[in-house]
């Protein structure tokens, strides 16, 4: 499921071996595949054999042809060819064929059966966290000692029930900084309602709502330049020009998007 830590799982992983020494002479290369159509995906296979720097021919146009042609000219390179592919969130089983040209891969799906057939290793990762883990979790984030004294009331039970217990809607709600019951309550009324305007697929509760309590939990000035700021595509930009955008300062600008990343709205490296 959506959700329940894949793409955060393998991110870690990946930082954790690389501060180790991992990585260093072949690299890793990661590609978000997401919910695309075969002519996307080429596109996306046409920009892997661009970014290392292989030398492209015209006449290599199907998807299959660039498949075969990425094997060949990564056996052909024996630095190339143990470079760490990681395919992240693949939607579609049929894809799974045109991403075998990687010697070395790990891939994110929501398909089991998939990685089986491969005789791939396969790590299964739980789709919604245990009560006690969701408490753990809540109580991580929690801002205060009264607000973790809370988490043994009902309500807090009945918001894990509501969501779940699926962890990007936990740590939303953990990063909201409630405090009374009544907060609670009414965070509860809203992921529990059914009958959402915009529903999201995949997800039995309004995550939309979950989200826009996040949102709504910012200052009025400080959502304006979310909204702002929400209109680009997942893509890392630069805090220089998200700073730009704003017309602030990047001394001014930073501590806005720690916070914004604090609420789960987006992810803010402060290596980058």
Same mark, same amino acid.
């Given at each position: 499921?959506?959700?329940?830590?894949?793409?955060?799982?393998?991110?870690?992983?990946?930082?954790?071996?690389?501060?180790?020494?991992?990585?260093?002479?072949?690299?890793?290369?990661?590609?978000?595949?997401?919910?695309?159509?075969?002519? /996307?995906?080429?596109?996306?296979?046409?920009?892997?054999?661009?970014?290392?720097?292989?030398? #492209?021919? /015209?006449?290599?146009?199907?998807?299959? /042809?660039?498949?075969?042609?990425?094997?060949?000219? =990564? /056996?052909?390179?024996?630095?190339?060819?143990?470079?760490?592919?990681?395919?992240?969130?693949?939607? !579609?089983? *049929?894809?799974?064929?045109?991403?075998?040209?990687?010697?070395?891969?790990?891939?994110?799906?929501?398909?089991?059966?998939?990685?089986?057939?491969?005789?791939?290793? =396969?790590?299964?990762?739980?789709?919604?966290?245990?009560?006690?883990?969701?408490?753990?979790? +809540?109580?991580?984030?929690?801002?205060?000692?009264?607000?973790?004294?809370?988490?043994?009331?009902?309500?807090?039970?009945?918001?894990?029930?509501?969501?779940?217990?699926?962890?990007?809607?936990?740590?939303?709600?953990?990063?909201?900084?409630?405090?009374?019951?009544? !907060? #609670?309550?009414?965070?509860?009324?809203?992921?529990?309602?059914?009958?959402?305007?915009? @529903?999201?697929?995949?997800?039995?509760?309004?995550?939309?709502?979950? +989200?826009?309590?996040?949102?709504?939990?910012? @200052?009025?000035?400080?959502?304006?330049?979310?909204?702002?700021?929400?209109?680009?595509?997942?893509?890392?930009?630069?805090?220089?020009?998200?700073?730009? +955008? #704003?017309?602030? *300062?990047?001394?001014?600008?930073?501590? +806005?998007?720690?916070?914004?990343?604090?609420?789960?709205?987006?992810?803010?490296?402060? @290596?980058?």
């Amino acid at each position: 499921m959506a959700g329940s830590g894949k793409t955060t799982t393998v991110c870690q992983s990946v930082r954790q071996a690389t501060k180790k020494g991992s990585f260093k002479s072949n690299g890793c290369y990661w590609m978000k595949i997401g919910n695309i159509s075969n002519t /996307e995906l080429c596109q996306k296979l046409k920009r892997i054999g661009i970014d290392l720097n292989m030398e #492209w021919k /015209e006449n290599i146009q199907s998807i299959g /042809e660039i498949r075969a042609y990425l094997c060949s000219s =990564l /056996e052909a390179n024996s630095k190339l060819s143990d470079t760490l592919f990681i395919f992240d969130d693949i939607w !579609e089983k *049929d894809h799974y064929k045109y991403l075998s040209f990687a010697k070395k891969s790990i891939c994110t799906s929501r398909f089991e059966d998939r990685a089986k057939e491969r005789g791939d290793g =396969l790590i299964r990762l739980p789709k919604k966290l245990e009560y006690k883990e969701a408490i753990e979790l +809540l109580a991580l984030l929690a801002v205060n000692d009264n607000a973790r004294t809370l988490l043994k009331s009902s309500v807090v039970e009945k918001v894990i029930d509501s969501c779940q217990g699926l962890p990007l809607a936990i740590a939303i709600i953990g990063r909201l900084g409630l405090e009374t019951e009544k !907060e #609670w309550n009414r965070a509860k009324g809203i992921i529990a309602k059914k009958s959402a305007d915009i @529903e999201l697929a995949h997800y039995g509760f309004n995550l939309y709502g979950t +989200l826009q309590l996040s949102v709504d939990s910012l @200052e009025n000035e400080n959502k304006q330049l979310f909204e702002q700021l929400a209109v680009f595509k997942r893509v890392s930009i630069p805090i220089q020009s998200v700073a730009s +955008l #704003w017309n602030y *300062d990047v001394i001014e600008a930073r501590p +806005l998007v720690k916070k914004m990343h604090n609420k789960s709205l987006l992810t803010y490296d402060e @290596e980058k």
